[in-house]
């Protein structure tokens, strides 16, 4: 129903800065929030940055005043800016969205991308 397509990531020293980009296809029109999660090797995946068609946003602490989840609803694209990049923000970012059910009432199944990768040098 809904694919989406990460790009951005790369190697980068500490305080520099990237942005990552996520692309929504398909059946974007049932999608009510995306967000961002990350994983860190030995880690589990935790939240970075959520956005809702309200753009109402939620951000994990550490991330706070760093990062910045944005969307492009004509291009169907999400965005997370990331600045002043510390070697703990190291990881695979995976683009997520969240559904409405598009068949019946409720919410849906998640969609996940496949990941890209950061890596912050000392």
């Known amino acids: 129903q809904v694919e989406l397509v990460e790009s951005g990531g790369g190697l980068v020293q500490a305080g520099e800065s990237l942005r990552l980009s996520c692309v929504a296809s398909g059946r974007t029109s049932i999608i009510y929030e995306m967000g961002w999660y990350r994983q860190a090797p030995g880690r589990q995946r935790e939240l970075v940055a959520t956005?809702?068609?309200?753009?109402?946003?939620n951000y994990e602490d550490s991330v706070k005043g760093r990062f910045a989840i944005s969307r492009d609803k004509a291009k169907d694209t999400v965005y997370l800016q990331m600045n002043n990049l510390k070697p703990e923000d190291t990881a695979v970012y995976y683009c997520n969205a969240e559904t409405f059910e598009p068949l019946g009432l409720g919410h849906g199944m998640p969609y996940w991308g496949k990941g890209t990768l950061v890596t912050v040098s000392s």
């Open positions: 956005i809702s068609d309200g753009e109402i946003t």
